[in-house]
Structures are given as C-alpha cells and as structure tokens.
C-alpha cells in the first residue's frame, strides 16, 4: 500500500527560486493538509483541502499556493523561496472532514527543504 | 490564547522504566485528542486517540492515555519501555465539525537508556 507520498525527499534551493513539493494519496482520502515542522514549534498547518477544487488557508500560509484539481493530488508551491522556508514539509490526508470517528491523519514521510 | 503544551522538550528513561508524557490544551470547547509518535526520519503516526466516553484509552504499541477534564490535559504513558520506543511524540486536537485543522504540540524527545 502507498499510502502518501512526497516528492522529492530533499531539495535545496537558493533564494527566490520557486519549486513544486508533490503529494499523492491512494486511499481516496477527501482531507489533503501540507504542514511544515520547525524544532521547537511542532508542526504548523500551511494549507488544507476538504475535496477536490476546495482549498483553504491554514496557519502560516504565506509564501506558500497550493490547488486540488484531483481528489489524490495535493501539490504545494513555493512561489519565490526564501531562508525562512527551509524546514521539513509534511503532506497528510484523511478519510472524511465531517466525519465523528475517524479524525486520524495519515502522513507522508517528510520532504527536507533547504533554501540558502 | 489557545495552545496544545508539551511541557517536556526531552526526557530520558531508562529501558524496562515506564513513561508519562504531558500534555495540556487551552481551548473553550473539549477538543478530539490525540498521540502520535515520528521516529527519526518519518512521517507521523497515530498511537491513539480520545473523542468521548471512557476517558482511558489504549493504543497501539502498548501506549495508553488518560483524559482528565478538570485538568485539560491527555497524558500518554506506558508501564515498560523498549528501546525501540525511542522517537518524539505529539499531542495533538481537532475539534468537532472542523476536522480541517489539527493543533500539535510542540512535541517531546523521548530518550531510551539501556
């Protein structure tokens, strides 16, 4: 079973360039996320979709777009990196937004972005 | 402001030692609570989770988590720790009708000595 999957694993760019981290689920999950973890803050929620076409703002959005033209695919874009980028970004998914028991969040296994 | 606390940066124990991890949420509404672990160069995964009902709850791995109201907290424990239990930990909540955003915690380093 894939699960989710990030691409590319460890990237690093100079500043002000812009690139692409690509996140696909196979469980037909309709709740996509990108997060980013930094030491000491946990992890920050950037964006989130509830369904294909439908995406939204999470806590530390800016810099950052993201699209949902497919239920499995989540991409996030960095439009002009800057240092302050540089952190591991964390793609997760879900089965259903409204849902009472699930809640549980499946994650990728990390990209490691560094912008110089 | 509303926040999901891990007290504990680090903690070390030893092999064979039981473990308690804290955690504290400040939130007007009693969230959705959850653990869960990342070794080191993975994703995160789900160790357990409280929504309602009986406020001990088991998890995989031989985890468990006591809800405590009154408190506002959801600590994690174990009674045996293996050495394989080394990795950092993460409270996190969701609330009801807004599954679209999970709060973590700033997590916590857990240390296993043989």
């Known amino acids: 079973n894939a699960g989710v999957t990030q691409t590319p694993k460890f990237q690093v760019l100079k500043t002000g360039q812009s690139m692409t981290l690509q996140c696909a689920q196979d469980m037909n999950h309709e709740y996509m996320s990108w997060y980013r973890q930094d030491p000491g803050m946990g992890l920050r929620l950037i964006h989130y979709s509830v369904g294909a076409g439908i995406t939204d703002q999470g806590e530390v959005p800016n810099g950052y777009n993201v699209s949902r033209s497919t239920t499995e695919d989540f991409p996030l874009r960095l439009l002009s990196a800057a240092p302050s980028q540089t952190s591991v970004y964390f793609c997760?998914?879900?089965?259903?937004?409204?849902?009472?028991?699930?809640?549980?969040?499946?994650f990728g296994e990390g990209s490691r972005l560094t912008v110089l | 402001a509303q926040s999901v606390t891990q007290p504990d940066i680090h903690i070390t124990v030893s092999e064979g030692a039981s473990l308690e991890l804290r955690c504290n949420y400040s939130y007007g509404a009693t969230p959705y609570l959850f653990w869960y672990v990342q070794s080191p160069g993975q994703g995160l995964q789900l160790l357990l989770k409280y929504f309602s009902g009986d406020t001990l709850v088991q998890g995989i791995k031989g985890f468990e988590a006591e809800f405590k109201r009154s408190q506002s907290s959801f600590n994690l424990r174990k009674p045996s720790v293996h050495w394989s239990d080394a990795a950092e930990y993460f409270c996190?909540?969701?609330?009801?009708?807004?599954?679209?955003?999970?709060?973590f915690g700033s997590g916590t380093k857990l240390n296993v000595k043989p």
């Open positions: 996190a909540v969701g609330f009801v009708y807004n599954f679209n955003k999970f709060y």
């Open positions: 997760a998914s879900s089965y259903g937004w409204q849902a009472m028991n699930t809640g549980e969040l499946f």
